[in-house]
């Protein structure tokens, strides 16, 4: 299992789009990945959409990725830039 | 009876029509007979096949949104999709009906309200509005199991639609030559139908509240921009109204006609019409509008609200963000302007008599130079994904200028030693905001790229006027003779030095007084984005001659008064 910590830089916090676009990422590269999300006390499963809305997201707010499983290296990689970016409304 | 209803703007805009409400379907809380199978794995089927036919439904959606309203708006149905393959609200649907016996409506409908209770605990605006999407979502579900036919509107006349909620897919099944406006009950700005409705063009005010009793075909107004719902107006008011419409209507077309057109004079001296913005969010504006560049980035919205300073990862990841949108349009990105008038927790400021007078902007940056390494580096870095302009902004003395440039070298040479990419085109340039960088712009002019006028602050710093004091208006109105001078002593010193210069400052945008500048030679006006296509049209009048003659008579005269009386007789004989 690997884990990082990101500091949501996009303006409008990490809404419906970057949400979805991160969780139909991890669904349909890494399908035997378990995805983790965490915000404080709360840890969500990173492949549901309506998991990554409630968790809420907001700008300059702290997440935590936990991935384990085939290829969590990558995977850590691919869906930690989805935190680090900028993204369109 | 006339009665006057205020909502929530949605989507801009005047409608005046008859109406025509749409009845909430009704998701059956006592479901008939069959629905209560009593075999969970009858009712799991049922589920499984609504839901297989809703991801084709939406699919459909999705692609035809794609094709009329482009990748952004159907980005919509692509999250409506993701929702139906998202495992936590399946395993909780399918735990409700193996589980509790549930039935696959009631299923559906306690496992939307959960996740749309969560939702509301998120307190924020842009969370909530994903309310609306998972009301929709369910919906169309309940309606699959129950087998009720999707709803269409079959409209006998262009009509105002009156609903208690429009769901995202309803809005976007909406007929465009049918559909004048849409009130809702509820809603908000931000919600999915909102969005449509602004990029259908269709007028739109939600979030009315309970709507008194409308009879269908009662004439009603519709006010976009404001919000404003007018039912069973009378003549006076509905004349305003019509007046207001068209007022709107010519400006959209003056939008769409001017938004890709280059922007020349009309004797084909081209100049560059930019965009003053202040945060991401007013990127939106920028393209619509046709903007040929962003001729003024404020980039304190970065550093403000927020305990620590932004990274210089993440200020190159803004950057480079608004580089890239701008598709090599150029980026002029204004260095940190704050001072003691502002709050900001990491930055130690003195407490100061006149912080508009004090240690601000670039004086700021100088004593403060780890903060300005910083932005300097972000900015180094970001300037090979576009076309960057940096503007250090309340430069005063040469030395000023030169103490950022060494910094900036600097940095360079850091980065070049590291073998890190950055531009060798970039430019720079200084503001023209204090009357002493306009009586030395020739030797400003010597060492920099550009000059832009910030005209509100070299007025306020020319007339010695405080521009928050309202009994001070006077010192700020128009454009002052001795402003001009100045602004034509800088155009002057960067024409005989060969390099650009613009106003950045609100008079850029003024339809008036614009040609003052164009005929002292200035070649960029940058404005808020909603200016750009009215100057526009307005520069194609007038010929770079013309506007010399008024620019020399203008800087003779003896206030800003005559200034504003001259130039709006100008304009009209021209």
Known sequence: MNRKTYTIINPTGFHTRPARLFVDTANEQFPDCQVTVIKGDKVI???????????????????????????????????????????HE | MTVTLQGIPASPGVAIGPVYIIEPTTISQHPSPELCANSPEVE?????????????????????????????????????????????????????????????????????????ELLRQVQDELFMGRIHDIEDIVHRLVQNIQGDELGTLHLQQPSIVAAKDLTPSETASL?????????????????????????????AVVGLGPLPDLHEGSSIIVDGITGT???????????????KRSAYIEEQSLIRHYAGKPSVTRDGVPIEIAANI????????????????????????????????????????????????????????????????????????????NPFLGVRAIRLCLQKEALFRTQIRALLRA?????????LPMVATLEELRAAKKIIAEET???????????????????????????LANHFAQEVDFFSVGTNDLTQYTMAADRMNRSLTYLHQGLAPAVLQLIELAAKAARAHDIWIGVCGELAGDPELFPLFIGLGITELSMGPASI??????????????????ASQASAMESSEAIHTYMTGVFHES
């Open chain 2, 44 to 116: 799991w089927q049922h589920f499984t096949k609504a839901l297989e036919q809703a991801k084709e439904q939406v699919t459909v959606l999705r692609d035809k949104t794609q094709a009329e309203l482009g990748t952004e708006k159907a980005e919509i149905f692509a999250s409506h999709l993701s929702i139906l393959r998202d495992p936590e609200f399946l395993a909780e649907i399918k735990k409700k009906i193996t589980e509790e016996h549930k039935n696959a409506v009631m299923a559906a409908k306690e496992t939307g309200d959960l996740f749309i």
């Open chain 1, 45 to 87: 499963n990173g492949k549901s959409l309506l998991h990554m809305l409630t968790l809420g997201v907001k700008y300059q707010e702290q997440v935590t990725l936990e991935i384990s499983g085939d290829e969590e290296d990558k995977a850590q990689e691919v869906l930690g830039a989805f935190f680090e970016a900028i993204h």
């Open chain 2, 533 to 550: 296509p009215r100057i526009r049209s307005r520069l194609a009048q007038i010929t770079l001659h013309e506007a010399s003659q008024w």
């Open chain 2, 413 to 439: 040479t850091n980065f070049k030693q590291s073998g890190i990419s950055i531009s060798d085109s970039w430019e720079l340039g200084v503001m023209i905001e204090i009357p002493s960088a306009a009586l």
């Open chain 2, 175 to 203: 007929d465009r030559a049918m559909v004048l406006a849409f009130i809702t009950e509820g809603g908000s700005a931000l919600s999915h139908s909102s969005i449509l409705a602004r990029s259908l063009g269709i007028p």
């Open chain 2, 278 to 353: 202040g945060s991401l969010q007013d990127l939106d504006g920028v393209l619509t509008n046709g903007a040929d560049g962003i001729g003024l980035f404020r980039t304190e919205f970065m550093f403000m609200d927020r305990p620590s300073m932004p990274s210089e990862d993440e200020q190159f990841e803004v950057y480079k963000f608004v580089l890239q949108r701008m598709k090599g349009k150029p980026v002029v990105i204004r260095t940190l302007d704050v001072g003691g008038d502002k709050q900001i927790p990491y930055i130690e400021l003195e407490q100061e008599a």
């Open chain 2, 229 to 243: 719902v007018i039912i069973n107006p009378q003549a006076d008011i509905l004349s305003e109204y019509e007046q």
């Open chain 2, 383 to 391: 300037s090979s994904f576009g076309k960057l302009r940096i503007l």
